[in-house]
């Protein structure tokens, strides 16, 4: 048989075939097909999907991969108020993706987000006692370094401002973090082992914080991190549903850059953290699974595990939207912990033709939810003296609707109710 391509852009067609592992004469293997439809549908600016027929010979077929190309660009723009009580619940955002030009599979996006303050007034930025209550700017650029193999930067940067409990103290908090990641399938390594990805990679991390009595510049401290990483992924379909499953392994050897040390980190976490020569495990298991009448069950269980008190930037948010809902991120944060998210989903409908609107289309998609969390902070000597351990348990229940409009408006509308304190 023979690999086709229906529907790319012109002079696409070469590449694309040679991203499927399919030889002239040979037998196709599912595991093989099922990979490379995976890692070409990874790019956003498209949908591949591999469909066989009767070949020209005898006991052959041909493989034709159905190309579905979208514009190779984005904007976008929007709300949320998934914020915190400490910053404002309020966050507007804006951004933009984009195809790289003669890099095939290759992209970038970009999103800078604000609190209110941040978009009335964006020369506040950096000036201190007038800082915005929340900034940031998150960048992704992943580069095809061949076929099923990538390398992914994601530099990310997070400005807040607080107000401490006594309203005269004010507190500037900043986050800069570069990650690099290299991400290879598998059976790249070891042919005919089709066993997901292996992802390897380096993390570099600067904090700081600066104190403010009223407006004046009362003091701060500053630290960094430097964390190796690696990781395994895989993803399979059965007959009823979906499972995927990511597991990392995170490691500071302590050094290589300037603040990564025990009296940096204790300096800057009250002698919460000192020691920065760590490791620590995370997780992540998602399950969907197709019931009858349409319905769908959302299953997705995800933790942290480490056996010491970890810097801020690594520790699990156990409250939130993509946490447990019905609290908020400033509810808990542990060490080690776990969250499990469960969905009922309805079958989706459309609304508006529904109502007699024409020329449009719309999808509307509700659920019901049941979260549970569970963390535990590690005791430490801090300068006011010892603190016990913490363990917090979270639950809440609630409902939730996620609504798409012409492929152009998405909204999502949650509404979670507590049922126990965040002890």
Same mark, same amino acid.
């Given at each position: 048989?023979?690999?086709?391509?229906? %529907?790319?852009?012109?002079?696409?067609?070469?590449?694309?075939?040679?991203?499927?592992?399919?030889?002239? %004469?040979?037998?196709?293997?599912?595991?093989?097909?099922?990979?490379?439809?995976?890692?070409?549908?990874?790019?956003?600016?498209?949908?591949?999907?591999?469909?066989?027929?009767?070949?020209?010979?005898?006991?052959?077929? $041909?493989?034709?991969?159905?190309?579905?190309?979208?514009?190779?660009?984005?904007?976008?723009? %929007?709300?949320?108020?998934?914020?915190?009580?400490?910053?404002?619940?309020?966050?507007? *955002?804006?951004?933009?993706?984009?195809?790289?030009?003669?890099?095939?599979?290759?992209?970038?996006? #970009?999103?800078?987000? +604000?609190?209110?303050?941040?978009?009335?007034?964006?020369?506040?930025?950096?000036?201190?006692?007038?800082?915005?209550?929340?900034?940031?700017?998150?960048?992704?650029?992943?580069?095809?370094t061949g076929t099923r193999q990538s390398v992914e930067?994601?530099?990310?940067?997070?400005?807040?401002?607080?107000?401490?409990?006594?309203?005269?103290?004010?507190?500037?908090?900043?986050?800069?973090?570069?990650?690099?990641? #290299?991400?290879?399938?598998?059976?790249?390594?070891?042919?005919?082992?089709?066993?997901?990805?292996?992802?390897?990679?380096?993390?570099?991390?600067?904090?700081?914080?600066?104190?403010?009595?009223?407006?004046?510049?009362?003091?701060?401290?500053?630290?960094?991190?430097?964390?190796?990483?690696?990781?395994?992924?895989?993803?399979?379909?059965?007959?009823?549903?979906?499972?995927?499953?990511?597991?990392?392994?995170? %490691?500071?050897?302590?050094?290589?850059?300037?603040?990564? $040390?025990?009296?940096?980190?204790?300096?800057?976490?009250?002698?919460?953290?000192?020691?920065?020569?760590?490791?620590?495990?995370?997780?992540?298991?998602?399950?969907?699974?197709?019931?009858?009448?349409?319905?769908?069950?959302?299953?997705?269980?995800?933790?942290?595990?480490?056996?010491?008190?970890?810097?801020?930037?690594?520790?699990?948010?156990?409250?939130?939207?993509?946490?447990?809902?019905?609290?908020?991120?400033?509810?808990?944060?542990?060490?080690?912990?776990?969250?499990?998210?469960?969905?009922?989903?309805?079958? $989706?409908?459309?609304?508006?033709?529904?109502?007699?609107?024409? +020329?449009?289309?719309?999808?509307?998609?509700?659920? +019901?939810?049941?979260?549970?969390?569970?963390?535990?902070?590690?005791?430490?000597?801090?300068?006011?003296?010892?603190?016990?351990?913490?363990?917090?348990?979270?639950?809440?229940?609630?409902?939730?609707?996620?609504?798409?409009?012409?492929?152009?408006?998405?909204?999502?509308?949650?509404?979670? *109710?507590?049922?126990?304190?965040?002890?």
């Open positions: 048989g023979a690999v086709k391509v229906s %529907g790319a852009e012109a002079g696409t067609d070469a590449d694309l075939a040679g991203r499927v592992r399919a030889a002239p %004469g040979q037998r196709i293997s599912a595991d093989a097909l099922d990979e490379d439809l995976a890692w070409l549908n990874r790019y956003p600016y498209r949908s591949v999907n591999g469909v066989f027929a009767p070949g020209d010979d005898l006991g052959l077929s $041909t493989l034709t991969l159905e190309v579905t190309p979208q514009k190779p660009w984005q904007a976008f723009a %929007g709300w949320s108020n998934t914020g915190t009580h400490s910053t404002g619940f309020d966050r507007y *955002f804006a951004g933009f993706g984009a195809a790289l030009v003669g890099m095939p599979q290759s992209f970038l996006s #970009y999103q800078v987000t +604000g609190s209110p303050n941040f978009w009335s007034n964006p020369g506040s930025v950096g000036t201190g006692p007038e800082q915005p209550s929340y900034y940031s700017q998150a960048g992704r650029l992943v580069i095809a930067i994601a530099p990310n940067y997070v400005a807040t401002r607080q107000t401490g409990a006594l309203s005269d103290f004010t507190y500037d908090n900043t986050t800069l973090e570069i990650p690099i990641y #290299y991400r290879i399938a598998i059976s790249n390594l070891l042919p005919n082992l089709y066993a997901g990805d292996l992802l390897l990679g380096v993390t570099g991390k600067t904090v700081s914080r600066t104190s403010y009595f009223g407006a004046s510049d009362i003091g701060g401290a500053q630290a960094d991190l430097f964390e190796l990483v690696a990781g395994w992924s895989v993803s399979r379909a059965d007959p009823y549903g979906t499972t995927s499953l990511e597991l990392k392994l995170v %490691g500071n050897p302590g050094g290589v850059i300037g603040g990564n $040390t025990a009296a940096r980190w204790s300096s800057y976490s009250g002698g919460r953290v000192t020691d920065v020569t760590y490791a620590y495990g995370t997780g992540d298991l998602n399950r969907v699974t197709r019931l009858p009448a349409g319905f769908s069950w959302v299953s997705d269980l995800s933790g942290t595990a480490a056996g010491q008190p970890l810097p801020d930037t690594e520790q699990l948010s156990l409250g939130g939207l993509y946490a447990t809902r019905g609290y908020t991120l400033d509810d808990a944060t542990a060490d080690t912990g776990l969250v499990w998210r469960n969905e009922l989903r309805t079958p $989706t409908f459309a609304l508006l033709p529904t109502l007699g609107v024409k +020329g449009v289309s719309d999808q509307v998609s509700p659920y +019901g939810f049941f979260d549970l969390g569970w963390g535990r902070s590690y005791g430490y000597q801090g300068i006011l003296g010892t603190l016990p351990r913490n363990d917090s348990s979270l639950a809440g229940v609630g409902l939730g609707v996620d609504y798409t409009l012409n492929r152009n408006v998405t909204a999502t509308l949650v509404g979670g *109710f507590a049922l126990t304190d965040a002890t």
